[in-house]
């Protein structure tokens, strides 16, 4: 098979954002410890986010971006005469594009059977993106044929917005038959005369299901999920499978934060930690500018290592102090744990890139994201102290 792994399977999952034409009129006043005094930003836009079913597998009654499992289909050779009706120095340029200016990921650089290589893999894992948003969302981003070949060439060389096609009757009967079989999604793009949007996906980061999962569950689902950035100027609509997601909801990075932090929604850790760097993205204009200038900038693989102290439970990522220099990716050894309390690891070690979780004295669990270290590939550093925020005025539409 083309994305399963002998330890985990590969995904993609994508961060579909829109701009808000009815944003909230806010101001901030940081309380506690914060670790910075400048003001969030990210209420100038909007993100889609997916309430996964409780009978899920794999991150019950969470909220996430929209994403799955990749297919075989995904990379079938199809794809490669499908993108060709673009025209031939429009496929060539847009594989060209989509390789950046190096070696790429794991997920992307190794060595696939001759049946999965007719395309790049970072054109598959788009597709990946795109199929199960269509599957979970009932959005569809793609460009009609006729479209693609009015222009003589289609333009990497600047920013592009996704296009998402009107939902009708078809489409949805299609979405039907995509979600029984993934192969679907070629015939129905063959038959609708349309191809999948992946010009206007950028790859923004790649989390590997931390491998200390092997360690506390006999079997564990472990994934190696590509996230992709996606921005459209006209928000879809959504219409929820009611199978793998049960609830849609368009909210500003800030609000779904600002949610979590109260405990009206549960947020997994990667969901957690992008939402807070799109905080420090002032407009969607800025955001699709920003992921299209740092394409050529390949993203890495972050793999989060448990780590157990006296009072809490860490999650190190790369850069951290505390961070292995060989870190267990298959989990073979033992949890790394210190005797030493949160505060006192901290003071020793300050050099931080972690998050953890806490229960407040209500019961509620809450996310926090400690970063104090440079961001690598020329990507954006979260926004860590949304937690220490309180709102001092109400919504009002602009």
Same mark, same amino acid.
């Given at each position: ?193 349309? &191809? %999948? @949007? /992946?010009?206007?996906?950028? #790859? ?8 200390? +999962? ?111 220099? &060989? %870190? @267990? /990716?298959?989990?073979?050894? #033992? ?8 505060? +006192? ?54």
């Amino acid at each position: 098979m083309a994305a399963l792994l002998k330890s985990w399977r590969e995904a993609a999952t994508l961060i579909l954002v829109s701009a808000n034409r009815c944003r909230s009129r806010i101001t901030f006043k940081p309380v506690g410890s914060c670790q910075t005094t400048a003001e969030p930003k990210g209420d100038n836009f909007e993100t889609l986010m997916l309430k996964r079913s409780s009978k899920s597998t794999f991150m019950p009654n969470l909220y996430v971006f929209p994403g799955g499992v990749a297919s075989d289909a995904d990379f079938s050779k199809e794809w490669y005469d499908i993108f060709g009706q673009a025209g031939e120095l429009s496929r060539s340029n847009l594989f060209r594009f989509v390789k950046g200016n190096g070696p790429g990921a794991p997920m992307f650089d190794r060595i696939r059977d001759a049946e999965f290589s007719a395309i790049p893999s970072e054109i598959a894992f788009r597709i990946c993106a795109i199929r199960e948003t269509f599957e979970e969302s009932g959005v569809l981003l793609a460009r009609p044929v006729a479209d693609l070949k009015q222009t003589t060439v289609i333009n990497v060389d600047s920013p592009t917005y996704g296009s998402a096609l009107k939902c009708n009757s078809s489409i949805n009967s299609w979405r039907k038959r995509v979600e029984e079989n993934a192969s679907e999604f070629i015939t129905m793009c063959r038959d609708m005369n349309i &191809v %999948p @949007d /992946v010009w206007s996906l950028y #790859e923004w980061s790649n989390w590997l299901t931390p491998a200390q +999962e092997v360690i506390l569950h006999r079997k564990p689902r472990r994934y190696d999920t590509a996230f992709f950035l996606c921005c459209v100027e006209e928000k879809p609509d959504v219409a929820e499978d009611n199978g793998e997601t049960v609830h849609s909801q368009w909210g500003s990075p800030l609000n779904i934060l600002l949610e979590f932090e109260r405990g009206w929604a549960g947020i997994a850790p990667p969901q957690m930690y992008e939402l807070a760097r799109l905080l420090n993205i002032g407009s969607m204009e800025d955001l699709v500018h920003f992921g299209w200038s740092r394409s050529g900038n390949r993203i890495e693989r972050w793999l989060p290592v448990r780590f157990e102290c006296a009072d809490a439970v860490l999650y190190l990522m790369p850069g951290d102090e505390l961070y292995p220099k &060989v %870190p @267990d /990716v298959y989990g073979e050894g #033992e949890i790394l744990k210190s005797s030493l309390t949160l505060k +006192e690891l901290e003071q020793k070690y300050p050099i931080q890139h972690r998050t953890r979780y806490e229960v407040d004295s209500e019961g509620r669990r809450k996310g926090r994201i400690s970063c104090s270290i440079e961001m690598t590939a020329g990507h954006v550093a979260p926004y860590v102290d949304f937690a220490n925020l309180t709102l001092e005025s109400t919504e009002s539409k602009l």
